[in-house]
């Protein structure tokens, strides 16, 4: 990578140094290899063992023996703290729980190196040479997925079977002549949410990694085609994290803050859209709220809404600790689904007995899972880590400059608006996520400009490891 492309206080060491670090190594292989979540290297039920949990595992494993070496020093903070705690409520859920298992242990093992990377970022990203091989390698990742992706969309051109063939469906939506794209993922909404978090990396960001603008502007392009074929409601969150994005970078010129409350509007209106899409159905004249031709829309009767009620009723069963780490929460009965669902989407649901399905939902996901104990602790790490995340640019990050108001952007499409829609807690991509943006605000000279102050304010602060 050009060392024209980081800060300009680190320009003339810019190198290969930084790779030495074992740890810091399987951490960028780890972004890197966030959206190749297909093929697996093992099925654990309904969960699966991908290249980016081995290596996270690595980066873990490697920062330990140097930390027990005494070359890297551990530096416990808030983040640390809240989210040992939040585990540790979640292992308490598994263990009150009697289907609490040995795989329910494992896969809260796993999801713990998750939640606490954000920490584990912020010592090993600690100067802005490092932070820049992080971005450049999450950006890889994404320019990758982006490729299967469109290669995906040609092939569907070619031949309408190909995708169902690679395992991308269209689960409730009606087939047509347009493609729905899950690969590299696994189902469409986890890619749509991946998307959600790096577009606006790449679009504020790309720079870095992309020197042409017109490379820059196919890239983007892409990844907004891919978003949209994904035909999931995380493409209003997208729009809303593209388009902050955009107003948050675009710099601070008056003549330009039409534009940016235009772009804000546009992805509110996307997202309130894909929203409503979510949470009715198209009901016989008569019987809805908003006339469409000759039926109309109404809203809070659709599956998803169900799928929250079960999924509440599942916390007001087991309020405390919840049915355990790893359980599904959200059921179908087997009567009474004509209420929910279009008679067209019946057909499944006709079968004795339940369906169990998470709950789509990322509050209800954590509440039913972990209790209200769990949800708590859960929201305070949230506060900590947002604390720590801004909208404004860091300049002395110079090509950087927009990754701490595109970490937030992406935070708020991918978490707050979809995490409505999906249990987004449970994505891989979400917590490295986090750890960009605080890993930004540690850097000294970051942390001023995100505070709207001087580097030279900083200078008086010790020098970055």
Sequence with gaps: MSGGAIAPAVEARSSLAPLRDPALLALLGMVATLPLARPSLL?????SLQVTDVLLGSAWVAWAIRAARGR???RPDLILVAGTVFVLVLAGSVLASPTGTAGSVAKLTAYGGYVLLPWL??????DP??????VGAWLIGTLVAVGIALGGILSFAIDPDALTSLGCVYGRLPAGPYPRVCIPFRNPNLFANYLTASGPLLLACGGFLLHRRWARRAAVSGTVLA?????STGIGGFGLAMSLTSARTRGTDPRRDAVRAVLVAMGIVAAVGFAAATVGRVVPAGRGHVPLGEAEFHFLRGPRVHTWLTAAATVREHPVLGTGYGTLVARTPGRDLSRWFAMDLLAPFREPGQRVADAHNTWLSVAAQGGLLGLAAFVVLLVVLWRRISFRPAPSLGRLAGLPPAAAAGIVGALLFHGLFASAEEFRHLWPLFGLAQAAHALPAGEAATRGTTPASSARRPPSR
């Design 43 to 47: 099925s654990l039920g309904a969960s």
């Design 72 to 74: 890297a020093p551990a």
């Design 121 to 126: 970022m912020v010592q090993l990203l600690n």
């Design 129 to 134: 040479e490092r932070l820049a091989w992080a």
């Design 227 to 231: 978003a949209v074929s994904t035909l």
